[in-house]
């Protein structure tokens, strides 16, 4: 009886272990199966430092089971030593195993991290195709807002909400911004997450090896329409590409992206469809990161640089701030400028006052790919070789 309640055990167990499996059959391994190079490398990385870790792991839980069924209570024959302490061989292979271990996964983790750095523009489309040295990278301009996203394509003059085409095979160099709050972009076969930031600027360099259709997500927690903010991404031959080009400037679409229509744009909803706009206002992007697309609106880099040459006058200082200030919605105030008033002298003030008056963007801190993998390793890394950081120049320089 008691042999037969064995088996029905042990047949209950081989039912339910493929069942419990099966949600799992579902799962898309996008993360370790990416069409992205950059993705790809990461995904080695993960795997790598998996298998290092689960060298010590392993024989870690072995070790606990040979222990519990060496030494149990029944077993007579184990070797009963109450006064033991001390073991030389024991504390070296304890102690040794683990250092290796993390020594081999430091190393691997900084040149991993290096070569991986989003702000480094690639070297390689994959591990046989080196990147051409003189082949420009395909620049996207990236806006987070509530609860949607925004690409501008600065080069065909084009802007989409919630679809970003990108051409197959070709370095892409995204610039990324948020008009509220912080958030995260992040395309799983892409590459992985790069944050957003109301005034400030990232980037975020890749490339898709394969033509397809994926998913782009955001992977910050940011409000009521968080679970809705995703967007369709696809990569397209160049070819593709063109004719979808062609056909958002030719199509019925929502017309020009003008700063009137952003600002109806930047507005929070949630579900947003997808949008195609025929031509994009002059320096949209890096209003947008300057906090200054409104009418009226002091760019955070004017302020700075008249704080640089001394200040202004009490009565400019207090309508300067004024048109900085935000509301705790996110939403920027905007001040109307009418002729003759205040602000407008103060506006004409800060026109003569700098040179110039256009929204201003910070030097770019992209780095070059590495020609050898050297430095990364170790070799002539030392305080008087370092890169030397001028602080002579100026901190910002008006927009291209």
């Known amino acids: ?16 272990v493929p069942l419990l499996a099966l949600p799992l059959a579902g799962c898309d391994w996008v993360v370790l199966n990416p069409a992205g190079d950059v ?25 606990v089971v040979l222990f519990a069924w060496r030494y149990r209570a029944s077993n007579t024959q184990a070797k009963y030593d109450p006064d033991w302490n001390h073991s030389t061989q024991l504390e070296l292979l304890i102690w040794a195993a683990p250092l290796m271990i993390i020594i081999a996964l430091g190393a691997v983790t900084w040149v991993g991290t290096h070569l991986l750095d989003p702000y480094r523009a690639i070297s390689r489309i994959d591990a046989q195709t080196p ?30 909400v919630n679809e970003l085409v990108v051409p197959a095979g070709r370095p892409l160099r995204f610039r990324l911004t948020s008009s509220t709050v912080m958030n995260t972009f992040y395309v799983p076969a892409l590459a992985g ?7 400030m600027e990232t980037k975020l360099h890749a490339v898709f090896n394969s033509e397809g259709s994926f998913q782009g997500i955001s992977a910050h927690y940011s409000g ?4 809705h903010m995703h967007f369709a991404t696809r990569a397209v031959s160049d070819q593709q590409f063109a004719q979808w080009v062609a056909s958002v400037k030719a199509g019925k679409n929502d017309g020009a992206l003008t700063r009137d229509s952003y600002l109806q744009l930047d507005k929070p909803s949630i579900a947003e469809p997808v949008h195609h706009y025929t031509s994009v206002a002059p320096d949209l992007f890096n209003a947008v990161v300057d906090l200054c ?28 701030v004024a048109a900085l200030t935000y509301d705790k919605s996110g939403r920027a105030t905007e001040t109307p400028v009418l002729p003759g008033s205040v602000i407008a002298q103060t506006d004409r003030f800060v026109k003569a006052y700098c040179s110039d008056n256009r929204p201003m963007a910070a030097p770019g801190a992209e780095t070059a790919p590495p020609k ?13 070789s370092g890169p030397r950081i001028s602080l002579a120049g100026p901190l910002l320089q008006p927009a291209s």
């Not at 987070?144 to 802007?159: C, G, T």
């Open 293 to 320: 697309v409104q009418p009226g609106k002091i760019c955070a880099s004017q302020m700075a640089m008249l704080d640089a040459k001394g200040g202004v006058p009490k009565e400019a200082a207090r309508l300067n």
């Open 193 to 199: 997450m790069i944050y957003t930031m109301p005034g």
């Open 372 to 384: 050898t993998l050297d430095r990364l390793r170790g070799a002539g890394i030392n305080q008087a």
């Open 224 to 227: 009521a329409g968080f679970s």
């Open 131 to 160: 990147l051409v040295s003189n082949e420009k990278p395909f620049d996207v301009e990236v806006v987070s807002m509530d609860w949607k996203w925004l690409f501008i394509y600065p080069e065909q003059n084009i802007a989409t």
């Open 1 to 16: 009886m008691r042999a037969n309640l064995l088996n029905r055990a042990r047949l209950l167990r081989c039912a339910i």
């Open 39 to 63: 993705a790809r490398q990461q995904g080695d990385l993960v795997i790598v430092a998996t298998l290092l870790m689960l060298l010590i792991v392993v024989p870690v839980m072995a070790t």
